[in-house]
């Protein structure tokens, strides 16, 4: 199983990834739905994801 992590700031998330005990750092995405969407293509792979989404109040 693959694990999406995702810290949710404002303008940008960080992204990890959790695969067979790795953690693997995807990166920095802008949180605008043409950039997350690109980000997710290219990080798709053929596993599908359970996703985690961390955030806090402003």
């Known amino acids: 199983m693959r694990i ?6 404002r303008v940008a998330a960080e992204v990890v990834s959790l695969l067979d005990g790795e953690i693997v ?7 605008l739905r043409d ?3 690109e980000f997710a293509s290219v990080n798709a792979g053929s596993i599908l994801p359970r996703s985690a989404v961390e955030s806090s109040p402003v």
Not at 4 to 9: A, C, K, P, Q, R
């Open 35 to 37: 950039k997350l969407e």
């Open 4 to 9: 999406i992590g995702m810290d949710i700031y």
């Open 25 to 31: 750092k995807l990166g920095r995405v802008q949180m």
